[in-house]
């Protein structure tokens, strides 16, 4: 059974949760699609955390970070902290980011932080055109995504996300291309603020979206003990629910 994460963004905290929660349930293969850094205080420690999983993507953060996205691809906020984050990550932190894919295929399935659409890897998939862009380059029946730090379901011809079954389980329709955002592990950006990831069974063809109960508390005072402006730290804080 595969963990999939996205959009850790520095949440060290949350990130052990959840990879405590997966290993619980007795997950042995983990993807990460992508934004371990970013946003949160504590970067070096989130890439040494998800230094074994078998799929590590590069998000648009991580860009940011080695310099391949501009500053005005970026909000201010997300700009000051890649910035930020740049300053405390080693050269060695850096150089493993570089070698992260922004994609990737494995056992029947696909992988990406925002898109697959050629040439517009950190597309958001939240309108019609955009995943008409990313369903001509899927190639297999299922792909899972990150980015928008919200957990959905959308299929192709469809113009609404598919609702999350109240159980939290869903099987992809046969014969109809589906792609999964698999919400954010570390910032969620959704009615439930608590870090969501997903579970994925090939032979059942079961994903079940899972959300984790952590201690926000330290990641809040490191937040507030990081230095940032004002403006910076109340968006930040703003996002953990503070």
């Not at 990831?197 to 952590?214: C, I, M």
Request: glycine share 12%.
């Amino acid at each position: 059974m595969f963990a999939i994460l996205s959009d850790i963004h520095g949440n060290r905290h949350a990130l052990a949760a959840a990879l405590d929660r997966a290993s619980s349930l007795g997950a042995t293969r983990t993807l990460v699609l992508g934004d371990v850094v970013g946003y949160g205080p504590f970067p070096g420690e989130c890439l040494r955390l998800v230094r074994g999983a078998e799929v590590r993507l590069r998000g648009n953060h991580e860009a940011g970070v080695l310099g391949e996205l501009p500053a005005e691809w970026f909000n201010d906020v997300a700009w000051e902290v890649v910035k930020w984050t740049r300053a405390r990550l080693s050269a060695g932190e850096i150089a493993t980011i570089a070698g992260w894919p922004p994609s990737a295929a494995l056992d029947g399935f696909q992988l990406a932080h925002g898109s697959l659409a050629p040439g517009d890897p950190f597309d958001y998939l939240d309108k019609p055109s955009s995943l008409r862009r990313h369903f001509a380059a899927q190639t297999e029946p299922l792909c899972f995504v990150g980015h928008t730090h919200a957990p959905r379901i959308w299929t192709e011809g469809r113009g609404e996300p598919v609702p999350w079954p109240v159980s939290g389980v869903y099987r992809p329709e046969p014969g109809r291309k589906t792609v999964i955002n698999v919400g954010g592990a570390g910032f969620c950006r959704d009615d439930d603020l608590r870090p969501s990831w997903v579970t994925y069974d090939p032979p059942s063809g079961e994903v079940r979206l899972h959300r984790v109960d952590y201690d926000v508390e330290p990641v809040v005072g490191a937040i507030r003990q990081a230095g940032h402006a004002p403006r910076i730290e109340g968006r930040l804080l703003a996002d953990l629910g503070r």
